[in-house]
T-cell receptor, first 113, second 114 residues
Framework: AQSVTQPDIHITVSEGASLELRCNYS??????LFWYVQSPGQGLQLLLK??????LVQGIKGFEAEFKRSQSSFNLRKPSVHWSDAAEYFCAAGKAAGNKLTFGGGTRVLVKP | DTAVSQTPKYLVTQMGNDKSIKCEQN?????MYWYKQDSKKFLKIMFS???????INETVPNRFSPKSPDKAHLNLHINSLELGDSAVYFCASSLRLAGVDEQFFGPGTRLTVL
């Protein structure tokens, strides 16, 4: 069965520090991979996506993610977090056809001043 | 301009009632979706429609009936509401029914069943 796992439920990071959020997937083939952010009381916004090619993907708000096929991972990183990065982050995977996304359980990021 | 909008934002109702949530997108997209986010923030797709045609129905109870009067609208009607239906429901849309296309999400409707 297809699944996406985000091992960390909560992460607390100091403002200005680096952030890394983990995501592992289990699919029959390499899926399309996405990271979304959900701010409190808001819908989801796409940060970045990976389909093929360069395994290091740049997104909005200074985020990047690296696809590692050997580890079935697609981890999200930001070199220096801002207080406004406090939110829930979701990793998702989908197939080429059908556009059905499978989401991970989310990681809540808290930013300390 | 709001790309994907939902109404209402909050919905509080009693068990057994019937309620509807409306969704509209002004992006000109062909495909629309309903997702359910439970109290643990777990997001799961319920339905997808492409050009008003039902594509995905993820074993959702038949108390849930989506209706797409046109490509820009996908409404969700729920009959005989149960406590377990309490959740946040998100509508989304994408240009096509293709995995490469980004899904744009609405702000969500928080449904509370008492």
């Amino acid at each position: 069965a297809q699944s996406v796992t985000q091992p960390d439920i909560h992460i607390t990071v100091s403002e200005g520090a680096s952030l890394e959020l983990r995501c592992n997937y289990s699919y029959g083939a390499t899926p399309y991979l996405f990271w979304y952010v959900q701010s409190p009381g808001q819908g989801l916004q796409l940060l970045l996506k990976y389909f093929s090619g360069d395994t290091l993907v740049q997104g909005i708000k200074g985020f990047e993610a690296e696809f590692k096929r050997s580890q079935s991972s697609f981890n999200l990183r930001k070199p220096s977090v801002h207080w406004s990065d406090a939110a829930e982050y979701f990793c998702a995977a989908g197939k080429a056809a059908g556009n059905k996304l499978t989401f991970g359980g989310g990681t809540r990021v808290l930013v300390k001043p | 301009d709001t790309a994907v909008s939902q109404t209402p934002k909050y919905l509080v109702t009693q068990m057994g009632n019937d309620k509807s949530i409306k969704c509209e997108q002004n992006l000109g997209h062909d495909t629309m979706y309903w997702y359910k986010q439970d109290s643990k923030k777990f997001l799961k797709i319920m339905f997808s429609y492409n050009n008003k045609e039902l594509i995905i129905n993820e074993t959702v109870p038949n108390r849930f009936s989506p209706k797409s009067p046109d490509k820009a609208h996908l409404n969700l009607h729920i009959n005989s509401l149960e406590l377990g239906d309490s959740a946040v429901y998100f509508c989304a849309s994408s240009l096509r029914l293709a995995g490469v296309d980004e899904q744009f999400f609405g702000p969500g409707t928080r449904l509370t069943v008492l």
